[in-house]
């Protein structure tokens, strides 16, 4: 018997479906990391790198900030964040007033810098797509579905194109179509609840100090941004 050895060929070691945060950062870790990757994302690259501050922010932790440091994405990211340098807790009620009693974390106590910083999304995404200029970003695409067999994935655009590689990463967000079509459950629950967001300047220094109020309604919560 003769041994017959099928050869397949790939346009990526990594097809990433999503280009948002999580996405691009996977992109640029195994970028780095020496594999072939590409970037499929529903949305136009222009509203992804779009200037305007678009009312989204993130609070990343230290480990978050050491991953965007190893990447090499941190130094296009210092002078948008903004340090947490204290963090209040404390409960209360409005009729009741404010508890005598709270938690207070100051990153003095803590070590190693700040306790995390907050950043503007449109930041974030602007420097990750400058780390990524070497890797294939296709946008605006839509994935209908990623078909796995014994030698990888290949992935079917809406277009008709189909993409082969060896592993298919779905980062198509919370709702993610993709892990729905694989079958991959996710438990969930409705609290019942709608949240408020909203962007405000300080009449005083915040002084990088990030405030968690919590009352029997619901938790609110300050955290600062860079501008005061």
Same mark, same amino acid.
């Given at each position: 018997? $003769? $041994? ?12 990433? =479906? ?39 922010? %993130? ?9 965007? *440091?190893?990447? !090499? ?6 002078? &948008?964040? *903004? ?15 404010? %508890?005598?009693?709270?938690? &207070? ?15 503007? $999304? ?6 990750? &797509? ?11 695409? $839509? ?9 990888? =994935? ?9 993409l082969r ?7 198509? !967000? ?22 408020? =967001?909203a962007t ?24 600062p941004m860079?501008?005061?």
């Amino acid at each position: 018997m $003769n $041994n017959m050895t099928k050869t397949v060929s790939y346009d990526a070691d990594i097809i990433v =479906v999503g280009g948002g945060m999580v996405g691009l950062s996977l992109a640029c870790a195994v970028s780095q990391a020496g594999l072939t990757v590409s970037v499929l994302d529903a949305s136009t690259k222009a509203a992804s790198l779009d200037e305007a501050f678009d009312g989204r922010v %993130s609070a990343l932790g230290r480990a978050s900030c050491r991953m965007l *440091q190893a990447l !090499g994405v941190w130094p296009d990211l210092a002078s &948008h964040a *903004q340090p947490i340098l204290e963090i209040l807790v404390s409960d209360g009620s409005l009729n009741g007033g404010p %508890s005598p009693l709270g938690l &207070h974390f100051d990153h003095r106590e803590a070590g190693e810098g700040p306790l995390g910083h907050i950043i503007e $999304n449109r930041h974030i995404r602007m420097a990750l &797509h400058a780390a990524l200029a070497c890797v294939e970003i296709r946008a605006p695409v $839509n994935v209908i579905k990623a078909e796995p067999d014994e030698f990888g =994935v290949t992935v079917r655009l809406a277009n008709g194109d189909s993409l082969r590689a060896r592993l298919c990463v779905a980062a198509d !967000g919370r709702d993610s179509p993709l892990r729905q079509a694989a079958g991959i459950k996710s438990v969930q629950w409705d609290y019942g609840q709608a949240g408020i =967001v909203a962007t405000v300047a300080h009449a005083r220094p915040h002084l990088g100090v990030a405030h968690e109020y919590f009352m029997p309604g619901g938790p609110f919560a300050m955290l600062p941004m860079t501008g005061n």
